[in-house]
């Protein structure tokens, strides 16, 4: 069965830590891996992965994909109260005999970061 | 950045009736939408691939006849939810997909949200 999986569900940090968030994935055909953070509403795109050991970076956001062992992590550094949110990790995959390809989430991390 | 908007943004409606919920792909094209499907606390569940031109490709124990979805052209797919029950009650999310590199082999996309409809049926 394809899944995805978080790890820490949730997680309280204080202003000024670092945290890293895991996911790990089970898929056939994998295409590639999208982390989104989610505050309100609707998430918003954060990285998307598709090659091994090339590290992606966005300010105090970073986050790596392996392939082999079928995990990717999100780090944050120097963490403030507005990066408080769920963390999503999703893979995308083709469906199997169809040209579509097919996105599953997983349960999210709910980070909170206190002052 | 790419946009995303969906109408409504919320929308109560009384058992038994229909609500379309509208997404659209503001400035680019998008040949692949899905919808989700969001309960309180609880990550996004796929309901259904959404093909431009094609019939959408609905998950496991989603049903189609209810969850009536149409992808006309390549910038709006619509959702409607055909005799609307309280516990179909939640927020839907669609997403489009842009192609942001594209060759004879590998192929890189995007992903991008619309805000979201909040359902409420009394």
């Known amino acids: 069965e394809d899944k995805v999986v978080q790890s820490p569900l949730s997680l309280v940090v204080h202003e000024g830590d670092t945290v890293t968030l895991n996911c790990s994935y089970e898929v056939t055909n994998f295409r590639s891996l999208l982390w989104y953070k989610q505050e309100k509403k609707a998430p918003t795109f954060l990285f998307m992965l598709t090659s091994s050991g090339i590290e992606k970076k966005s300010g105090r956001l970073s986050s790596i994909l392996d392939k082999k062992e079928l995990f990717s992590i999100l780090n944050i550094t120097a963490t403030q109260t507005g990066d408080s949110a769920v963390y999503l990790c999703?893979?995308?995959?083709?469906?199997?005999?169809?040209?579509?390809?097919?996105?599953?989430f997983g349960p999210g991390t709910s980070l909170s970061v206190i002052p | 950045g790419a946009v995303v908007s969906q109408h409504p943004s919320w929308v109560i409606c009384k058992s038994g009736t229909s609500v379309k919920i509208e997404c659209r792909s503001l400035d680019f094209q998008a040949t692949t939408m899905f919808w989700y499907r969001q309960f309180p606390k609880q990550s996004l569940m796929l309901m259904a691939t959404?093909?431009?031109?094609?019939?959408?490709?609905?998950e496991q124990g989603v049903e189609k006849d209810k969850f009536l979805i149409n992808h006309a052209s390549l910038t709006l797919s619509t959702l409607t939810v055909t005799s609307a029950h309280p516990e179909d009650s939640s927020f839907y999310i669609c997403s489009a997909r842009r192609l942001t590199s594209g060759g004879a082999w590998v192929q890189t996309y995007e992903q991008y949200f619309g805000p979201g409809t909040r359902l409420t049926v009394t």
């Open positions: 999703a893979v995308e995959f083709p469906l199997m005999k169809t040209s579509y390809d097919k996105v599953i």
């Open positions: 959404s093909n431009e031109g094609s019939k959408a490709t609905y």
